[in-house]
Nanobody, 125 residues
């Protein structure tokens, strides 16, 4: 069983930065793919970024490419999402996800086995 807890969300001005963390209590997290999704009010949950267990592969949604960076520290069972140049449209609840397999359908919520409770990110002046 993998339990995920996100942290690091908050209120930030446009152009600012935040770093989200996703800590897992499960010892197998280091062998799992990790991802970030987000859900804005009245919208479906959407893919943001994914990283393979060994950090060899990363993928990003077009809307965040060049601004967000996903990383992980397997020794700490933690994944991160560094968010720079934040925009009001980045406002959403951000969710961490984990999966035993790095699915080719990583951008679908159905490809992921475990989810955190989410952390709110609000970008506003």
């Amino acid at each position: 069983q993998v339990q995920l807890v996100e942290s690091g969300g908050g209120l930030v001005q446009p152009g600012g930065s935040l770093r989200l963390s996703c800590e897992s209590s499960g010892r197998t997290f280091s062998s799992y793919a990790a991802g970030w999704f987000r859900q804005a009010p009245r919208k479906e949950r959407e893919f943001v970024a994914v990283i393979s267990w060994n950090e060899v592969s990363t993928r990003y949604a077009e809307s965040v490419k060049g601004r967000f960076t996903i990383s992980r520290d397997n020794a700490k069972n933690t994944a991160y999402l560094q968010m720079n140049s934040l925009k009001p449209e980045d406002t959403a609840v951000y969710y961490c996800a984990a999966s035993e397999y790095y699915s080719s359908n990583y951008y679908h919520t159905s490809a992921w086995d475990y989810w955190g409770q989410g952390t709110q990110v609000t970008v506003s002046s």
